[in-house]
């Protein structure tokens, strides 16, 4: 179990984060989310001990972090740090020995990695000969090819097409079955909802949401309906207590002021009988990130 209990850290007067507190059990994933500057990055560096708190704690399984042997961690950084001109099995190698992986005990593994991350090529082709998404995937190999406890993975999506957001979901996904704890930040809400059994939200360096996803998103309401009707839209938003409607193929989205609204909906779009669907549902991450990032901090 990974524990951050009242953590704080500043750089001279200004405050990057203000007594923070989460924990992630063995086996979750949790994202932490914000805008740039909320303070995502310094929190990863003081768990990696690159920075040292002014005050709180960080354990791992109950001890101090610093105390730790570090080998149970992979990190793979927002900024990519791939050697170009080496071939893709010294570059994977080279980081499984920095983590205490033998090299004879690597070798056979690579090329089954490579297979799993579905990189074209060979593993004697040059990091530089890749594509984009594919050095990325070597980057993610060689951040859990020694198979760490404790991952923490920053803006893992970044650049990635949707064929290779997938394959790096099912690592993750794989990561967790297997017992790892996961922590990693995302600006695409999506893949945070799809992934996370819980998030905590910063904003300058401040906790303004934590809990698990579901709850998070339920805490706001139902202010969404999911409906198939027959009646225009313009007389959907003409009725009182809808703010916007928006089409999403071929189902309309209905947001609502507020969930008793939803009855003025209901009432109005089966008068004439059965309708195909009339969900009434709570917001999406993205809609709840916006919310809270576009709040003036009291």
Not at 6 to 29: C, M, P
Not at 214 to 232: H, W
Not at 262 to 279: C, E, L, Q, R, W
């Amino acid at each position: 179990m990974l524990q951050v209990n009242n953590v704080s850290k500043q750089f001279g007067a200004k405050t990057a984060v203000d007594d923070l507190h989460f924990e992630i059990n063995q086996g979750e994933i949790l994202g932490l989310i914000g805008q740039n500057g909320a303070g995502k990055t310094t929190t990863f560096r003081l768990i990696l001990n690159f920075l040292r708190p002014n005050s709180g704690e960080i354990l791992w399984d109950n001890q101090d972090i610093t105390k730790i042997n570090t080998d149970i961690i992979g990190y793979l950084p927002e900024e990519r740090g791939l050697y170009p001109n080496v071939t893709i099995e010294d570059q994977i190698t080279f980081f499984a020995e920095l983590k205490g992986y033998s090299r004879t005990k690597i070798k056979p593994e690579i090329d089954l990695w490579m297979d799993r991350a579905e990189i074209v090529g060979k593993k004697t082709d040059l990091v530089k000969t890749l594509s984009k998404g594919n050095q990325q995937k070597i980057q993610l190999i060689s951040t859990i090819i020694h198979r760490p406890k404790l991952v923490i993975l920053d803006e893992p999506f970044s650049g990635l097409d949707p064929v290779n957001a997938e394959i790096l979901k099912k690592f993750v996904f794989d990561l967790k079955a297997d017992g790892a704890t996961i922590i990693f930040s995302s600006h695409r809400m999506e893949n945070v909802d799809e992934l996370c059994d819980s998030l905590v939200m910063l904003k300058q360096g401040k906790t303004v949401l934590r809990g698990k996803s579901e709850e998070v998103k339920n805490s706001f309401g139902r202010k969404r309906i999911m409906l198939d009707a027959p009646q225009p839209t313009e007389a959907i938003e003409a009725l009182q207590g809808v703010t916007q409607v928006e089409n999403h193929k071929g189902i309309r989205i209905v947001h609502l002021a507020d969930e008793s609204d939803a009855n003025t909906v209901f009432d109005f779009v089966t008068k004439d009988g059965f309708i195909p669907m009339f969900s009434l549902e709570p917001p999406t991450l993205e809609e709840i990130f916006k919310w809270k990032a576009g709040e003036v901090n009291e």
